[in-house]
């Protein structure tokens, strides 16, 4: 049973900072790029940042870059992101994903197992 679980997220000021986690079990992703996703209310599910199997050619969307940071240990099975200078804009729900099929990172469909997610919300 392959399962990702986030872990991190809360209610954080504007400016301030929040590191999430996601830990993997059931089988190991340390051949699989991985990435972020979030979802804010009434909005689709869009792409934050991506990391390669190696943990080498980190990719974010242009909304984060500068901000956050992407990281990976495949000894632990586990996948961060280090979000800092937070904004009201970057309140959403963050899913961690592997991407299974091949395709560009930023493209939701080209990930085949997704965590239940973790709420981040962003005070002004």
């Known amino acids: 049973q392959v399962q990702l679980v986030e872990s991190g997220g809360g209610l954080v000021q504007a400016g301030g900072s929040l590191r999430l986690s996601c830990a993997a079990s059931?089988?190991?992703?340390?051949?699989?790029?991985m990435g972020w996703f979030r979802q804010a209310p009434g909005k689709e599910r869009e792409f934050v940042a991506a990391?390669?199997?190696?943990?080498?050619?980190?990719y974010y969307a242009d909304s984060v870059k500068g901000r956050f940071t992407i990281s990976r240990d495949n000894a632990k099975n586990t996948m961060d992101l280090q979000m800092n200078s937070l904004k009201p804009e970057d309140t959403a729900v963050y899913y961690c994903?592997?991407?299974?099929?091949?395709?560009?990172?930023?493209?939701?469909?080209?990930?085949?197992?997704w965590g239940p997610g973790t709420q981040v919300t962003v005070s002004s």
């Open positions: 990391i390669s199997w190696s943990g080498g050619s980190p």
């Open positions: 994903a592997v991407q299974y099929y091949s395709g560009a990172y930023n493209r939701v469909s080209t990930y085949k197992y």
């Open positions: 059931g089988r190991t992703f340390s051949t699989y790029a």
